[in-house]
């Protein structure tokens, strides 16, 4: 099929590895694959703040861009979540109402396309390191990303998972950050204390942003834990 793959601004700015492995999966499994340059962000940063109005102003070309793909898929749960479950209730009784259905129907989240739409699991990837998942909140808790990411990782050659005994938020939420450091930040050192428990050399994640927010933290503090996507696990030979 045509993929129309949408990736988050912070990956086209700060982590193109994510989005290149994400092209380069979907190609190697038949796939044609397209990157609308017009989509530069989703509008999740407005409407997390309460300007709905102008996250529709955002969020409008986005839907335009969106309304021939076959199939939308997005490499972050949260921008993820914003298309497919917040875009209809954003564009709620305006001129965009249906068609904000249509592309919620259509879109999916990397793993959960990879899992459950395509059936593949096993990508013939390897990565021989002991690793740990963070799941990234609006993916867990909107789309039910959870299952989805640890049976792609479960066929990577080599790779050893040792789950978190907490599952907790990064303490990044985009705005959230900026508006509330302090407590941001001692979110994301419980998070990395938690990590740390493993024993692991990476912290995996869906969502770059988070990764983003943790890798900071732990640079701060001299840790040796590495923080990589799960699209780049999953394109490691």
């Not at 861009?65 to 298309?83: D, R, T």
């Not at 001129?95 to 990397?110: I, M, P």
């Amino acid at each position: 099929m045509t993929v129309t793959l949408f990736i988050p601004c912070f990956v086209d700015a700060l982590y193109p590895r994510a989005g290149i492995s994400m092209v380069e999966i979907l190609e190697r499994l038949g796939h044609t694959v397209i990157c609308p340059e017009a989509i530069a962000c989703c509008g999740q940063p407005p409407f997390n703040s309460g300007y709905w109005d102008e996250a529709r102003t955002i969020a409008r070309p986005v839907l335009e861009s969106l309304k021939a793909a076959e199939a939308v898929v997005i490499g972050s749960g949260s921008c993820g979540a914003m298309v497919k479950k917040f875009y209809p209730e954003l564009f709620a009784n305006t001129d965009h109402a249906e068609l904000a259905k249509q592309v919620s129907a259509r879109t999916w989240e990397f793993s959960d396309f990879l899992v459950n739409k395509l059936g593949a699991t096993d990508l013939g990837a390897t990565f021989p390191h002991k690793v740990t998942f963070h799941d990234g909140c609006h993916g867990l808790r909107e789309l039910g990303i959870q299952k989805q990411p640890r049976a792609l990782l479960a066929s990577v050659r080599g790779l050893e998972l040792v789950e978190m005994g907490e599952v907790s938020c990064c303490g990044f939420g985009g705005t959230f950050a900026a508006k509330f450091p302090m407590i941001s930040t001692a979110m994301g050192e419980v998070k990395c204390a938690a990590a740390a428990e493993t024993n692991a050399e990476y912290i995996v994640s869906s969502d770059s942003s988070c990764l983003m927010h943790i890798q900071g933290l732990l640079s701060r503090q001299g840790k040796p834990t590495k923080t990589i996507s799960l699209a780049e696990v999953l394109n490691h030979k």
